[in-house]
């Protein structure tokens, strides 16, 4: 699917601009930072919708390309770029949500990239605040317990941000353990998904005062039951589920590979490093 823009020569004609409000806009909120998000190459920073009646857009100076939505026929249309000088029209608003919804992501989270995110995962963010939560119920385990990764940078920030993990003790139902000197592994991996240390190189600058809320539950039933139901002083009563509330907050570091998270990675060249016997290993570039 190809992105959408708004001619920045047609928006020009049409006189000052101001900051869209949030009760008119919510649908182009969600479209425009599904559009920076998914599209990179096009849409490179995060920027702020504006208005010029009857349009809600955004313009993206480095590429010189438009975004938005015309209020009047509800139709998504870009300009600039690869679109050229006049608004080229995409489809309507509610086929492009539509879309979004199918393609599962909800797109109004300018700061995570949402694009992959596991199907039951919900998303808002208000200001510098992200609240992640699964409603209640329980999806299952991801393999990735980082729940806002920043989305991938057209160019280096320079930014670094070492983000912490702080939350009360996971709540494991479904399987206990009673081995007497041995420790519960069960524990020692709800620590890992709910007390996490991670630095991001290159890191968005609305990142730096993130702060994310999470509410979550993972259903881990396939992942065990068949592995230990069988072990002595072992108990599974499925489900088994780990619930957990916790909140992350990220602070700007020097050099990421100096602090003691347990992985780094880079937005802008995606390369990843985790942590191991006390030196960070590259697993990817």
């Known amino acids: ?54 349009w809600l857009f955004r313009h993206y100076p480095e590429v010189g390309i438009y975004a938005g939505v015309n209020k009047t026929d509800n139709g998504v249309y870009v300009l600039g770029g690869p679109w050229g000088n006049n608004p080229t029209f995409i489809d309507n608003l509610p086929n492009m949500l539509n879309h979004i919804a199918n393609s599962g992501g909800n797109g109004s989270i300018p700061a995570c990239n949402t694009a992959n995110i596991p199907d039951g995962l919900f998303y808002t963010q208000s200001g510098n605040v992200v609240n ?35 939350g009360t003790p996971p709540d494991i139902k479904g399987i206990t353990m009673s081995i007497p000197g041995i420790p519960n592994p069960f524990q020692s991996l709800a620590s890992d998904f709910s007390n996490i240390k991670h630095c991001t190189i290159n ?52 050099d990421c590979f100096a602090t003691d998270a347990s992985s780094i990675s880079d937005a802008f060249t995606n390369e990843v490093w985790v942590k191991q016997n006390g030196s960070f290993i590259k697993v990817n570039n």
């Open 132 to 166: 992640v939560t699964t409603n209640g119920q329980c999806i299952p385990l991801p393999t990735n317990s980082n729940l806002c990764e920043p989305p991938r940078q057209a160019v280096a920030t320079g930014i670094s941000l070492l983000t912490t993990s702080n």
């Open 1 to 54: 699917m190809k992105p959408f823009i708004l001619s920045a020569c047609s928006l020009a004609l049409l006189g000052s601009t101001h900051f869209a409000s949030a009760d008119t806009a919510g649908d182009a909120e969600t479209l425009l930072n599904w559009a920076e998000n998914t599209y990179r190459e096009f849409f490179p920073s995060h920027q702020a919708t504006q208005s010029i009646e009857p």
């Open 203 to 254: 890191a968005p600058a609305e990142n730096a005062n993130l702060i994310i809320n999470s509410d979550v539950c993972y259903d881990m039933t396939s992942a065990f039951e068949g592995q230990f139901g069988s072990i002595p002083g072992m108990t599974i009563t499925p489900p088994i589920t780990m619930a957990i509330k916790n909140t992350v907050t990220s602070q700007t570091v020097a």
